[in-house]
């Protein structure tokens, strides 16, 4: 199914987020785009849609596959003011936005820390949040989001194919994508400003409950060194806690998660 991005506009408007809508049917990168009108001065709420990325990325610097009229690939510029220490916040307020709005149509959606979302263990959503800071405090953050929403897994590369998912192969069907990306940003838009006015508690409160690793034992690898032990929760800043096998507990606030058990596989 096409982008209507005319319906996407009118249904947008009055919101904060998704105003202004800039699409490219293609694109290198949505967030290469949005961090440079970001420099140029772009208000908040400015959105990067493309229909295809030929340099899309995640988090840890990994090709995200972005082929054309399958799935979303948009970002988001927001001026929220917070020091820069807490602009890692700004992943997990766009975590709890994409699993709700997925959960409309994947009610068991969950959350891997920080903001992956994943459906029977695989997984069909990720975030990437880059920022620009003038000394102390956010210039502005972009939040880039890739959906997988119609894709096939016969477009994935062979190791991928294990892994990942997307919306239309949990549920057996092809969904609209401009209803997901209305309810994405739509979701944002209520995440965000909970997260204006009454800070960070709340939305740490929103992904424990969505959260699809506590009690489970994994491995943080943070390119410099691994941690094993049972994820037990998220700290007041947004770092993952994990319990070692000495009882202590360590906050983590960045690497890459693997599950000794994946989620979604456990009652």
């Given at each position: ?185 739509e979701q944002l838009e209520q ?27 994994l491995v943080v690898d943070s ?45």
């Amino acid at each position: 199914m096409q982008l209507d991005v005319a319906r996407l506009r009118q249904a947008l408007e009055g919101q904060r987020i998704g105003v202004p809508l800039v699409y490219r049917e293609s694109t290198g990168s949505t967030n290469d785009d949005a961090m440079e009108l970001g420099r140029r001065g772009a208000e908040e709420g400015t959105t990067v849609l493309a229909d295809q990325q030929s340099r899309g990325r995640g988090r840890l610097g990994r090709r995200w596959e972005s082929p054309p009229g399958r799935n979303l690939y948009l970002s988001v510029v927001l001026r929220p003011p917070v020091p820069t220490a807490d602009a890692p916040q700004l992943g997990i307020v766009a975590g709890v936005a994409v699993v709700e709005a997925i959960r409309r149509w994947l009610p068991e959606a969950v959350l891997k820390w920080p903001n992956d979302v994943l459906v029977a263990g695989r997984k069909i959503a990720g975030i990437l949040v880059e920022m620009a800071a003038k000394e102390e405090a956010v210039d502005f953050v972009v939040v880039g989001i890739g959906i997988n929403v119609n894709l096939h897994l016969d477009d994935l590369p062979a190791e991928l194919q294990q892994t990942a998912g997307s919306i239309a192969q949990a549920l057996g069907r092809e969904v609209d994508r401009t209803e997901v990306a209305l309810a994405v940003l739509e979701q944002l838009e209520q995440e965000y400003e909970r997260y204006l006015q009454h800070g960070f508690a709340p939305i740490r409160t929103r992904w424990l409950d969505r959260a699809g690793i506590l009690d489970r034992r994994l491995v943080v690898d943070s390119g410099r060194a691994k941690q094993e032990g049972i994820a037990v929760g998220l700290s007041e800043t947004g770092a993952l806690q994990l319990q070692r096998d000495d009882g202590t507990v360590v906050e983590i606030l960045s690497g890459d998660v693997t599950l000794h058990e994946p989620v979604g596989t456990r009652d």
